[in-house]
């Protein structure tokens, strides 16, 4: 097994190279988020890199920071693509399949195989959920203790399921970033390394492979990508995959990136000075009910950088996506449904054409919260 | 697109022919179950027939009955499999990470596919749910109404699902044989075709692709499959898979198949004169509680021929392996559990060895049952 390809760890606010003796998740000395780096992209072909024998995740261990002797003895990723015409060519990236239920599996693949590598015992981690279950999950397989904070309003199946995955379970009173400081708080007492998806650029390295993947889905037709946004993990792990391919000459343009957040949660809107309904916030969108992603300018570069944009959806539009994506056979959670939303919402402003090409990544399973999709349809009246 | 290789239909008992003018799922003159078999697969090679562009069950088109333009939008099977070294070296093929999340996706696939050719717009299922819910879930996305009759003991997240995917839902009173009667009255009453998985030769046609992937991920080395038995169609699928495998050329001889049953289900043994504990029914294995399987003497055949075994496992150790399966991060249903448990039995009997290969069907997610997964793994003091 050969090692993956060079790659140094550089700060995005002053551009600091960090060298990595033991855990780190920002730069300590100027607080900035950390990113990884490959070297010598140009000079390599992908499709030359790739480890066919593998159909998850260890097919791209040559473009991953971590020894594949350290990662998680279950495969994660290589999830099906579905096709469907709905005005334009819609691809739906079935992420939800993965071992827990949701495309977190692939960060927290890649952050525990480094955190084993470097000898660390414990995790500590905070979660809506999803990033939870992936990091117990896995964690479990590699003989590591997972410590995972969440808020105490999670649905109740989320809660019940990191339970029984053997994690040990701290819920907290309040918002999501009050879960965050209580998180902070136990790493500074030494319970562990702290992992959080919100800042760990291992998480986003793991997130990239879906670009790969839907380059060997899809190749270069991509004409658009709508993903649910809350921290920004998967909408910056895609965009890097993709530049990464683009460095490697795969594609000559990135696919148009689309954000998408829900009511009350515009962190990006705002920012970009656009215009939406703050009337309420949304009640459904638990995976993206956060105020302020600490990677916001990536997030905005990336929109900008792609020609994409960022679109705002109400629970309203969401029920409406999540019966769809049931009547189509996709049992999603419906923080899913707000890229299924957000995409009709473009589709019927015309900012997507009829002959485009676009992909929609379906999030999490809907299998956890049966409950919440039972009330969510039944109760309302679309 | 091309047609699949010619095929014929025979009837298991009178060996008579059938022609395919209007839906059957057995043969109405002897009542005997009917099979599905390929012409001129010797002259056929495996590799050579994929369709390499998909990586789910279309791969196989060539091999199986049904027309590409009539299959559920929904892309089912392609399923990974994960490596441990447990004593033997085993395989675990992650079935249960199928749309509706079990391997009863791919029978319903095929199934749903040829009843769609043949004009019918109306399905009759009894299911003790998973089949229920893959009929459900695919029939939906082909504009086919199902019509799914369950035990009223069925587990609650179970029903709940079925009637979020829109079936019609009718809960029959007493034994899996009960509901079976119930359906079969419902077909006469004219309510729709009868597409029951324990008699229906194209639910088998879908399962059967198993072996196909198998083969794809792991050639000619596996020694012994194990694999719950109920009805019994998720064996024979793979066994029928695997005898086209030789037929073609592709492998010598077919891995010695493991039927695994639950305490009070035990119809192979008995069937087979082997001794076994009686004392008490099993209740967690709920997918395998069926105590006269249609297909009995085709399973016995299917073992005899290749020089199989069968295995009784009882709750207790149902509840042992369904730990550990969690553990590795498999988040399974019990009815999965059992043929894990069968595989630490026989092992621990020596009946198979250290230097085996040994694949496990994981068959049923568990997300679908939190509830009776907290319930059995933290009431029990294991």
């Given at each position: 097994?050969?090692?993956?390809?060079?790659?140094?760890?550089?700060?995005?606010?002053?551009?600091?190279?960090?060298?990595?003796?033991?855990?780190?998740?920002?730069?300590?000395?100027?607080?900035?988020?950390?990113?990884?780096?490959?070297?010598?992209?140009?000079?390599?072909?992908?499709?030359?890199?790739?480890?066919?024998?593998?159909?998850?995740?260890?097919?791209?261990?040559?473009?991953?920071?971590?020894?594949?002797?350290?990662?998680?003895?279950?495969?994660?990723?290589?999830?099906?693509?579905?096709?469907?015409?709905?005005?334009?060519?819609?691809?739906?990236?079935?992420?939800?399949?993965?071992?827990?239920?949701?495309?977190?599996?692939?960060?927290?693949?890649?952050?525990?195989?480094?955190?084993?590598?470097?000898?660390?015992?414990?995790?500590?981690?905070?979660?809506?959920?999803?990033?939870?279950?992936?990091?117990?999950?896995?964690?479990?397989?590699?003989?590591?203790?997972?410590?995972?904070?969440?808020?105490?309003?999670a649905p109740e199946?989320?809660?019940?399921?990191?339970?029984?995955?053997?994690?040990?379970?701290?819920?907290?009173?309040?918002?999501?970033?009050?879960?965050?400081?209580?998180?902070?708080?136990?790493?500074?007492?030494?319970?562990?390394?702290?992992?959080?998806?919100?800042?760990?650029?291992?998480?986003?390295?793991?997130?990239?492979?879906?670009?790969?993947?839907?380059?060997?889905?899809?190749?270069?037709?991509?004409?658009?990508?709508?993903?649910?946004?809350?921290?920004?993990?998967?909408?910056?792990?895609?965009?890097?995959?993709?530049?990464?391919?683009?460095?490697?000459?795969?594609?000559?343009?990135?696919?148009?990136?689309?954000?998408?957040?829900?009511?009350?949660y515009c962190s990006?809107?705002?920012?970009?000075?656009?215009?939406?309904?703050?009337?309420?916030?949304?009640?459904?969108?638990?995976?993206?009910?956060?105020?302020?992603?600490?990677?916001?300018?990536?997030?905005?570069?990336?929109?900008?950088?792609?020609?994409?944009?960022?679109?705002?959806?109400?629970?309203?539009?969401?029920?409406?996506?999540?019966?769809?994506?049931?009547?189509?056979?996709?049992?999603?959670?419906?923080?899913?449904?707000?890229?299924?939303?957000?995409?009709?919402?473009s589709f019927s402003?015309?900012?997507?054409?009829?002959?485009?090409?676009?992909?929609?990544?379906?999030?999490?399973?809907?299998?956890?919260?049966?409950?919440?999709?039972?009330?969510?349809?039944?109760?309302?009246?679309?």
């Open positions: 097994m050969g090692d993956c390809l060079k790659y140094s760890i550089q700060c995005s606010k002053c551009r600091s190279e960090i060298e990595l003796r033991e855990w780190v998740w920002k730069h300590t000395e100027c607080n900035g988020t950390l990113n990884i780096e490959f070297k010598g992209l140009e000079n390599i072909r992908f499709s030359n890199i790739l480890r066919k024998e593998y159909n998850d995740i260890r097919r791209y261990m040559e473009l991953l920071p971590v020894k594949q002797e350290y990662v998680p003895k279950i495969p994660v990723g290589g999830t099906p693509l579905a096709k469907r015409h709905l005005g334009a060519n819609v691809y739906f990236k079935m992420d939800y399949l993965n071992p827990s239920g949701s495309f977190k599996d692939r960060g927290a693949y890649i952050t525990l195989a480094k955190v084993k590598e470097l000898g660390c015992q414990e995790i500590i981690e905070d979660s809506s959920g999803n990033a939870g279950i992936a990091f117990s999950l896995l964690a479990r397989t590699a003989g590591i203790k997972a410590n995972i904070y969440i808020p105490k309003k199946g989320k809660k019940r399921f990191l339970k029984l995955l053997g994690a040990n379970v701290v819920e907290v009173e309040g918002s999501r970033e009050d879960v965050n400081k209580e998180a902070l708080k136990a790493e500074r007492k030494g319970k562990g390394v702290y992992v959080g998806h919100w800042w760990n650029p291992f998480f986003i390295e793991g997130l990239k492979t879906i670009a790969y993947e839907l380059w060997e889905q899809l190749g270069e037709k991509i004409d658009y990508i709508f993903t649910p946004v809350g921290s920004g993990g998967l909408f910056l792990g895609i965009f890097k995959g993709f530049l990464e391919l683009k460095n490697m000459g795969a594609i000559p343009t990135i696919p148009k990136l689309v954000a998408v957040q829900a009511q009350g990006l809107c705002e920012k970009l000075g656009l215009s939406y309904e703050t009337k309420e916030r949304s009640k459904l969108a638990d995976g993206i009910m956060i105020l302020k992603p600490p990677r916001l300018s990536e997030i905005i570069n990336a929109i900008r950088e792609t020609e994409g944009f960022c679109v705002v959806v109400s629970d309203k539009e969401i029920v409406l996506a999540l019966k769809e994506l049931i009547n189509m056979g996709f049992i999603v959670e419906p923080t899913s449904a707000t890229a299924y939303a957000a995409f009709k919402k402003e015309k900012l997507v054409g009829e002959s485009s090409n676009v992909v929609i990544v379906l999030t999490g399973s809907g299998l956890k919260v049966l409950d919440k999709l039972n009330s969510v349809i039944f109760r309302s009246n679309l």
